[in-house]
Each structure stands twice: as structure tokens, then as C-alpha cells.
């Protein structure tokens, strides 16, 4: 085992900058084994990306093996409504179960479907960035960050208007789980929300099998690849994965990404000319990855031990939980030039923001045009946008971001 130390994963200052305390466990203990959340930790690039291409890991064991052959007690049944969903979410799968659900959703979640949503996000992000206040302060997250993602996410799926206002709470609700020692008023939270959002995305599947639209609900519904399809529980619950996952981390990466911009201000000063020249879509390219690389909005993911093994001389044991700390990786000054630094033209910039392997983010290209599109207009409309207070974050570190982002413009 390697040796203990315990990360301080719920403490707020540690939340708001990991960075310090990372640098030092990279150089001093890059592996270590926290007792207090049994995991054992990677730090460096090196190892991260190594590990999340090891065939002899995987998000689960559940593929494997069998509750009763790893020693676990059987699934707490408080949390049935959220299992339901859980359990048929295609990235906590491996093997051929993972291979047959991603490649149904890629099917129809296609790079020219993100495409056809170029004018939709210019137009909704033009709209909301012209409506936020000018001369007084205001919340980015609240009026730009979030609205943002969800409307283009809902709009892909086509939820219909009326449902939309849930979808963020329902979201946030769900996400708590992934938390270290949810509360009983968590799992309640969540237990209701994956409930109510199940018994949604059934009835409007229903209706888009009668009446098919132009929209990912439908799609999902024919989807067919190789005489498989989705059944009734993987439907809704890749279309709750996909809305989740296709708003939380976008909110998240756009308002830190904006928070590190107006830290660095000659930087962002310096934005908007540049982006107005004729390198200014390359320029545009590698600062959004730069940001998403700076500050990580998902700074940790985790693997299992599919088997006893040896990594660089280390044995790891079957069942061992692996935490992969992808914030740690990317400032990695072993593997990036002045990692601590914001570097908006950085070219060789290989970010573990979105993973890496087999389960590497399916949402990235769509990920990238919403935060391309949401700076290059903010930058245009609002060039001389500024930090108007203290910045909030919110309780969370696995899932990490800002709840307030002061910002005035004139
Ligand atoms: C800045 C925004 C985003 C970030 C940082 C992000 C990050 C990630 C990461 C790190 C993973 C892999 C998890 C692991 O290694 O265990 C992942 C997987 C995934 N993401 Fe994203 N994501 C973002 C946006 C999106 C969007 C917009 C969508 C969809 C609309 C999406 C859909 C997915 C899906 C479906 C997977 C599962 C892939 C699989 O298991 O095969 N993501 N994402």
C-alpha cells in the first residue's frame, strides 16, 4: 500500500485553490493512500494518463463479478428510484455492455448534429449576453453560465418549454450523489428527482415514438446497431445522462474559465483585438482548451482494480479504488511548460478535462463550441467585462464550480 495521507476534499479553501497543496503531493508524494475516502490517489500526468488507458481498470467491477464473489452487501434498497437510473447509465459500464450503449448513442449524437446547432448557440448566447445588466454588478453563473447549456441541451433532446425550469434542479439533485457522504436529505433529493425525470423522458419517448421529431429523444428511440436497441431504462437514462452531463461541467468550465481570464486581466484586455485577427479562430481554439486545462471543472474521476496487478512496481489489488486527480495532472509542470500559468496560445496541450480512453468524453466537440461561441461573443459584446466582488464557490469538489461570479461591464 502506498503511503497515507488524507486530502481535504470538503474544505472550501482547498475547493476554491487545490492547486498549492497539489503541486506538493505531485513533487513530494504523487501516490498516496487516503484512508479517510479508502482510495488511493494519483497525482501525475504521467500515471493519469497511463492508467486511464490500462484495460485492467474500470469504472466498474459490476462486469466482472458478482456483489456476493467482491464482498459487497446487497444495493441499499433506499436507493432504488436512483439505482434504476444508475444502473443503465452507459459511462459507469465496461466491455461490451459500454461498447454496445456508446456506440447506439454516437449513432445518433453525431459531430454534424452538434454542426446544426452552430446558428441556435450564436443565437442564444448573443440573446442572453445582451440581456444581463450593464453599469451594475451581476451573477455570470446565474445569467449567462447557466441558462446557457441547459437551453442547448434541452433543445437537442427537444424537451418541450413547459418541463425545462426542473431539469437544472432535478439535475443538481442527481449530482449531489456523486459526492463524498451524501446526507439523508441527498438521497431523498436525488431518489425523487431521478424518479420524476425517468417518468418524464418515458412519456415524451412515448410521444416521439408515435409522432418522431427532429431531436435526440426521437433518435434514441430508433436508434439500431447491430439489431440492438435501447430498452425502455437505458432510454431514459442516457437522456437524463446526456442532459446532466451536457450542462453541468459546460456551466462549471465557462465560469472558472472567465474567472482565470479576469485574474490574468492583461489577458483578457488583450482578448478582443486578438480574436478580431486573422489567427483569431486558432487563437480562439486553444484558449478555451488553455481555460478548460487551467481550471478543471470535474477534477477527479475513479477507476476499479479489475485485477490484482503491478504498475510501476506498485501492487494494486483487486478491488482497489483508484482516484485519478485529472486537476492535478493538468498543471503537471512535468508534462506542461509554466503549468501554473495561463497560456491562451498554448499549442501542445494534451488536457485530461475530458478524460481519456474508452470512456473519453462523447459531449467534447459540443463542449467546446458552446464555450468557444460564449467567449468570442462576451469578448465582442462586453470587451471590457470585469470582476465586480468575491467569487463563490460551491460546496462540491467532485463536481466543481462557481455559485456567484460578480462581473459589471459598461
Ligand atoms: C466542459 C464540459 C465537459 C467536461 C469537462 C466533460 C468531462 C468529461 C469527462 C472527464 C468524462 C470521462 C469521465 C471518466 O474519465 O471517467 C466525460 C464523459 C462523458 N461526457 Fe463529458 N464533459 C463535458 C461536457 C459534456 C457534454 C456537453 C456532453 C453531452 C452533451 C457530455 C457527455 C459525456 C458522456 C456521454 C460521457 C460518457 C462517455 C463514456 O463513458 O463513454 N459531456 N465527460
Not at 179 to 192: G, H, V
Not at 197 to 214: K, N, S, T
Not at 343 to 363: I, K, M, Q, S, V
Request: proline fraction near 8%; charge should be negative; hydrophobic fraction near 40%.
Amino acid at each position: 500500500m502506498p503511503p497515507g495521507h488524507c486530502l481535504p476534499l470538503n474544505d472550501p479553501d482547498f475547493i476554491a485553490n487545490p492547486y498549492p497543496a497539489l503541486q506538493t503531493l505531485r513533487r513530494e508524494l504523487p501516490v498516496f493512500h487516503d484512508p479517510q475516502h479508502n482510495k488511493t490517489f494519483f497525482t501525475r500526468h504521467a500515471d493519469i494518463s497511463a492508467l486511464l488507458k490500462d484495460k485492467r481498470l474500470g469504472r466498474s467491477l459490476l462486469h466482472r463479478y458478482s456483489r456476493e464473489e467482491l464482498g459487497w452487501p446487497p444495493p441499499d434498497p433506499r436507493l432504488a428510484p436512483f439505482n434504476q437510473y444508475q444502473d443503465n447509465v452507459f459511462m459507469d459500464m465496461e466491455g461490451p455492455a459500454h461498447t454496445r450503449l456508446r456506440g447506439l448513442v454516437s449513432k445518433v449524437f453525431t459531430p454534424r448534429q452538434v454542426e446544426n446547432l452552430r446558428g441556435k448557440l450564436e443565437a442564444v448566447t448573443v440573446s442572453l449576453i445582451d440581456s444581463a445588466p450593464r453599469g451594475e454588478p451581476f451573477n455570470f453563473v446565474q445569467h449567462i453560465a447557466e441558462p446557457l447549456p441547459v437551453i442547448l441541451i434541452a433543445d437537442l433532446l427537444g424537451i418541450p418549454e413547459q418541463y425545462r425550469p426542473q431539469l437544472r434542479p432535478w439535475s443538481a439533485a442527481i449530482v449531489k450523489m456523486y459526492e463524498m457522504n451524501p446526507s439523508d436529505e441527498d438521497i431523498n433529493s436525488a431518489n425523487q428527482a431521478a424518479h420524476d425525470f425517468m417518468e418524464l423522458v418515458g412519456q415524451l419517448a412515448e410521444q416521439r415514438r408515435a409522432h418522431p421529431g427532429d431531436d435526440l429523444i426521437s433518435a434514441l428511440t430508433q436508434a439500431e446497431l447491430d439489431g440492438s436497441r435501447l430498452t425502455e431504462d437505458e432510454l431514459r437514462a442516457t437522456c437524463i445522462f446526456l442532459l446532466n452531463a451536457g450542462h453541468e461541467a459546460t456551466v462549471n468550465g465557462s465560469t472558472l474559465g472567465l474567472l482565470a481570464l479576469l485574474r490574468n486581466g492583461e489577458q483578457a484586455q488583450a482578448l478582443p483585438a486578438a480574436l478580431a485577427s486573422p489567427s483569431g479562430d486558432n487563437l480562439l481554439k486553444t484558449a478555451v482548451d488553455e481555460l478548460l486545462r487551467y481550471d478543471t471543472p470535474l477534477p477527479m474521476f475513479e477507476r476499479y482494480v479489475l485485477e490484482d496487478m503491478d504498475f510501476n512496481g506498485m501492487p494494486l489489488k483487486r478491488g482497489q479504488e483508484l482516484a485519478l486527480l485529472y486537476i492535478s495532472g493538468n498543471r503537471d509542470e512535468s508534462r506542461f511548460e509554466q503549468a501554473n500559468s495561463l497560456l491562451l496560445t498554448r499549442a501542445d496541450n494534451p488536457l485530461l478535462t475530458f478524460g481519456l480512453g474508452t470512456h473519453y468524453c462523447l459531449g467534447a466537440p459540443l463542449a467546446r463550441l458552446e464555450l468557444q461561441t460564449l467567449f468570442r461573443v462576451l469578448f465582442e459584446r462586453r470587451a471590457n467585462i470585469q470582476l465586480a466582488g468575491k467569487p463563490v464557490f460551491q460546496s462540491g469538489f467532485v463536481i466543481r464550480g462557481l455559485a456567484n461570479l460578480p462581473v459589471m461591464t459598461r
